[in-house]
């Protein structure tokens, strides 16, 4: 299936709802995010999902044709390519951020008390079979 999609939301939903090791990680995490896709040319549209996230459960995992009007507490976001490479677990999504390779719009204080949480929350949508 497709990264980002309708059909990829509701698979990575239903995965994050039963991963053990994410609601561990998660059970003190409340709040949303969104992932973007940032377009390879300027002005283009930047696909998402927007997540609802509430101790260790996902409620909601909404595709988005462009998320830049979706308002949402955290933004994680980089290009197409980098994507790919995230969800095949080529590259570590805390690292990313402090390399660059991928960027996170919101309270970054919030954030890095839950690093183990974030990493739970892109293994899991590494097991999502993703033609991104």
């Keep these: 299936m497709r990264f980002p999609s309708a059909e990829w939301a509701e698979a990575f939903r239903a995965a ?23 377009p390879p040319a300027a002005g283009g549209a930047e696909p998402g999902i927007h997540l609802a996230l509430a101790h260790g459960e996902c409620s909601s995992a909404t595709f988005h044709a ?7 507490e955290f933004v994680y976001e980089g290009s197409a390519e980098n994507w790919a490479r995230l969800l095949r677990g080529e590259i570590d999504p805390v690292k990313s951020i ?6 996170i719009r919101g309270n970054l ?3 890095m008390r839950f690093t183990r ?3 739970e ?10 033609d991104a």
Excluded: H, M
């Excluded at 994050?16 to 940032?38: C, K, P, T």
């Excluded at 462009?66 to 949402?72: G, H, I, K, L, T």
């Design 16 to 38: 994050l709802n039963e991963s053990a090791g994410y609601r561990d990680a998660a059970r003190a995490w409340e709040g949303d995010i969104v992932f973007r896709v940032r």
């Design 66 to 72: 462009d998320v830049r009007e979706v308002a949402s």
């Design 98 to 103: 402090l390399d660059g390779t991928f960027k």
């Design 109 to 111: 204080a919030k954030a």
């Design 117 to 119: 949480a974030a990493k």
């Design 121 to 130: 929350l892109v293994e899991t949508a590494a097991r999502i079979p993703a």
